[in-house]
């Protein structure tokens, strides 16, 4: 029987438990604040890659889709400065024409079949077909890299946020298995993140 002696000590281990749950939730709630102030910052980490990779990519594109028109251009040329060395060397064949008319078109000839060859390659420049069609490749590869990356981003971000959501839905709850969601999707955000980064491995979509 609890007489009025003990009231004191039920009253005093009452709110010593209170203080002790109190403890708990306060610890609790700050270190779920701490992960969510950190799934923000991967957050925004995560959306800057997903900007440069959306922007490398149509970069890449543009400079892939010129290279190849600066390389069709090159073709055309080409082809029209053969044509004109074929025309004449058919005018030496057909015509037998006197010796010096022979060295003037001979002339005309080698300067036509230097400029084809100079389209065909000029690493000085790096303006022939072999140089273009190399470096239009270069684009086209690094186009198709942050494309990859894309999704990766675009999947983290998506993730980051709900884990964020879920963060803030367990302070206010205080609730463990919210925040065990928020922390595995958080995780897989992150992941996401740094794969968007270093393409450890391709997404199965």
Do not use: W
Not at 45 to 73: E, P, V
Not at 88 to 94: P, R
Not at 129 to 145: I, P, S, T
């Amino acid at each position: 029987m609890v007489g009025p002696e003990d009231t004191p000590d039920i009253l005093g281990e009452a709110v010593e438990e209170q203080r002790e749950e109190h403890v708990k939730v306060d610890t609790f709630r700050k270190r779920s604040a701490l992960l969510v102030g950190m799934l923000a910052a991967a957050l925004a980490i995560c959306a800057l890659g997903g900007g440069n990779a959306t922007k490398d990519t149509i970069d890449a594109n543009i400079q892939a889709s010129d290279t190849f028109a600066f390389y069709q251009a090159k073709n055309i040329r080409q082809t029209q400065n053969q044509l004109a060395a074929d025309d004449l060397e058919a005018q030496i064949l057909l015509t037998n024409p006197s010796d010096a008319v022979k060295a003037q078109l001979q002339q005309r000839i080698d300067k036509y079949k230097a400029t084809v060859a100079r389209y065909e390659s000029e690493p000085e420049t790096g303006e022939g077909k072999k140089e273009l069609q190399a470096k239009a490749q270069e684009f086209v590869d690094a186009r198709d890299v942050a494309q990859a990356k894309d999704p990766n981003f675009d999947y983290g971000q998506a993730l980051l946020q709900i884990s964020i959501v879920l963060g803030s839905v367990a302070i206010v709850s205080v609730n463990r298995s919210v925040l065990a969601l928020c922390a595995l999707a958080g995780f897989m955000g992150v992941l996401l993140t740094i794969n968007g980064y270093e393409l450890f491995f391709d997404l199965p979509m």
